[in-house]
């Protein structure tokens, strides 16, 4: 038996997210589906990050495995004949057999989008959220500080997170301009359910005025989901990278 | 009667294209319904560009006159409720009753993106070709400095063509990098059917090294379809603008 790990980016829009769900399409369905055409055997990936319906991925990783003898880096072509051009396989290679794409010391990073024009662009309307009228990104900037480091993040996850603990790290926390789309960029050690659009939601509030920078230092503080912002949709969130810090994804030679 | 210009923007991946047809859905047709839900009128849209099935616009001009009191800006946000999301209008204003969107003097813009990566991305699967292998960029800018300026496009354009004159004048043509994007970016005084898709696939061709660039100055003297290359796929192509050079679109204040 051998482990496979699959690089994985997505169209979100038509998914019910990551995770198998009675009767609608999900990217974990798609992928067992596609391995059980090439291969014949009925298995099941695990992904190492199980994004929500409409969220999009570069990046993203799963793994199975499989009595195939097919060469580790030939399932990227072999899969992307089987799945639907909405999932692309962009990597493959054989791990060891103990590796877990979730039980490992990672980073992940994650890019949020927002369009900010009068109205909306129909070609973007999948991959940005769109908000109108005059945002203060320098105001973002000085919030988003804030966020950085090791913090207690109960503020900035769903209530109904089964997470055990709250406390995360996050590396970096860019806010960047390119023509009328700001850009929220973030990285790491894991992130809570909806944190990622929380912490956009809420940035893009500092941003309106409706709260000031300084404020996201007592949403941390209060640990209490009804005193950070608004939700962002998950149209213009994308995961775009997985790093494993401890290397434990070494190809097989 | 007025005379009112929109001005719209559309994702066209799911039209037919712009021109009405029987039983498929197509651009033209959804701002005639979204007109005569709004106003009662049974109108038809004059559009100046009329895109082929998959292409998209921003800037795509079209008009309509009605007998509605509705002020000329205001068509902007009413029509909007009740176009889908793949259409968007982006401005509107009333013009003089003898502005027509075609019979004028205009000088149009369309992008083409060639996505140049191992694998096909997903995300960018409705708004790029995806074209794998190594591209000379360098031998395409060569090529097209023969496009530019007044030539007969006769081997630039489909034989299906019902235009009188294959004459057109290419203001300039630009052939840029982004990241693992090629742009073509190419302005004109107008543009026979498919000439934007075969100059983009004839100069893809010289990238690859299958035509030498000086060679696309015989292509456009044999006057000739099958001398020149390929018509590359309709998604990557989006019209990005349309100037009307004698003013004749001011508003009527």
Redesign the interface.
């Known amino acids: 038996m051998r482990r496979i790990k699959l690089i994985v980016?997505?169209?979100g829009t038509e998914y019910s997210g990551w995770q198998i769900q009675p009767e609608a399409p999900t990217i974990e369905m798609c992928l067992d589906k596609a391995i059980r055409e090439l291969t014949g055997e009925n298995v099941h990936v695990t992904g190492a990050s199980r994004t929500d319906a409409g969220v999009?991925a570069?990046g993203n990783v799963a793994v199975f495995d499989t009595e195939s003898t097919i060469p580790g880096d030939r399932f990227?072509f072999a899969l992307?004949r089987f799945l639907p051009?909405?999932?692309?396989?962009?990597?493959s290679w054989e791990v060891s057999g103990d590796f877990h794409p979730r039980h490992c010391n990672t980073r992940k990073t994650y890019e949020y989008r927002i369009l900010n024009t009068v109205?909306?662009?129909?070609?973007k309307?999948n991959?940005t959220w769109h908000v109108t009228g005059s945002i203060d990104i320098e105001k973002m900037k000085e919030a988003a500080a804030y966020i950085v480091g090791e913090h207690d993040f109960k503020s900035f996850c769903c209530v109904r997170t089964q997470a055990e603990s709250t406390v995360r790290t996050i590396y970096s926390l860019e806010v960047l301009q390119e023509g009328s789309e700001i850009i929220i960029r973030i990285k790491g050690n894991g992130f809570l359910y909806n944190m990622v659009r929380i912490i956009t939601g809420t940035l893009i509030q500092v941003g309106k005025g409706r709260f000031k920078p300084e404020y996201v230092k007592q949403m941390l503080e209060a640990k209490d989901r009804t005193v950070a912002g608004q939700t962002a949709p998950p149209q213009g969130l994308?995961l775009v990278g997985i790093e494993y810090v401890d290397n434990d994804d070494a190809r097989v030679v």
Chains 1, 2 share one sequence.
Do not use: C, E
């Open positions: 980016a997505y169209d999009h570069y990227t992307n051009d909405s999932i692309v396989i962009q990597d109205v909306p662009l129909p070609q309307r991959f994308t």
